[in-house]
Antibody, heavy 121, light 107 residues
Framework: QVQLQESGPGLVKPSQTLSLTCTVS??????????WSWIRQPAGKGLEWIGR???????NYNPSLKSRVTISIDTTEKQFSLKLNSVTAADTAVYYC?????????????WGQGTLVTVPS | SSELTQDPAVSVALGQTVRITCQGD??????ASWYQQKPGQAPVLVIY???YRPSGIPDRFSASSSGNTASLTITGARAEDEADYYC??????????FGTGTKVTVL
């Protein structure tokens, strides 16, 4: 079981870029068996998948966020990162990073504790 | 984009059985994964694939699927099972979608 830890600013101004990093420990971020995803959850609401990255750097994004999202990976630092630009108050949420099994339905078997990002209105 | 629909809330008496359902077109091609989320905590995977439980998940959690509907069953519900439950699957574009969530109350 790997450990994932999100880090980054808790407050982002409207129209600016939200930047978060997830550090992976206790396992290999380069494993061919897993993808690495970002998921968010506004207060009192459900989960929304943002996108994923593979160790090779290939990515998939939620179509509803694709125009604003970039996910990158640094295997030497064992980190992957999220950038979401042009943020608004609607982007206020707890952001989770998670490990995704790379087969079948791709379940998320390990999650970070989550980090709250607030965009004031 | 794909959608997964869940009942907003269900309740179950202590020790009884409750079934949570998830409906969506993507479930015709992919099994659902199920997550338990307690207040202030990250989701925890409880079921994936046909009916697999990660290490440490009690065997009172089980899953089934038929057509476009997936179900999570808790047999002999305990007070600690009170939580929000979310289903999830991939879709035909290899993106992920989460269900709307079900709040389970143990009476």
């Amino acid at each position: 079981q790997v450990q994932l830890q999100e880090s980054g600013p808790g407050l982002v101004k409207p129209s600016q870029t939200l930047s978060l990093t997830c550090t992976v420990s206790g396992g290999s971020i380069s494993s061919a068996s897993y993808y690495w995803s970002w998921i968010r959850q506004p207060a009192g609401k459900g989960l929304e998948w943002i996108g994923r990255i593979y160790s090779s750097g290939s990515t998939n994004y939620n179509p509803s966020l694709k125009s604003r999202v970039t996910i990158s990976i640094d295997t030497t630092e064992k980190q992957f990162s999220l950038k979401l630009n042009s943020v608004t108050a609607a982007d206020t949420a707890v952001y989770y990073c998670a490990r995704e099994m790379g087969y079948g339905s791709g379940p998320f078997d390990d999650w970070g504790q989550g980090t709250l990002v607030t965009v004031p209105s | 984009s794909s959608e997964l629909t869940q009942d907003p809330a269900v309740s179950v008496a202590l020790g009884q059985t409750v079934r949570i359902t998830c409906q969506g077109d993507s479930l015709r091609d992919y099994y659902a994964s199920w997550y338990q989320q307690k207040p202030g905590q990250a989701p925890v995977l409880v079921i994936y694939g046909k009916n697999y439980r990660p290490s440490g998940i009690p065997d009172r959690f089980s899953a089934s699927s038929s057509g476009n509907t997936a179900s999570l069953t808790i047999t002999g519900a305990r007070a600690e099972d009170e939580a929000d439950y979310y289903c999830n699957s991939r879709d035909s574009s290899d993106n992920h979608v989460f269900g709307t969530g079900t709040k389970v109350t143990v009476l």
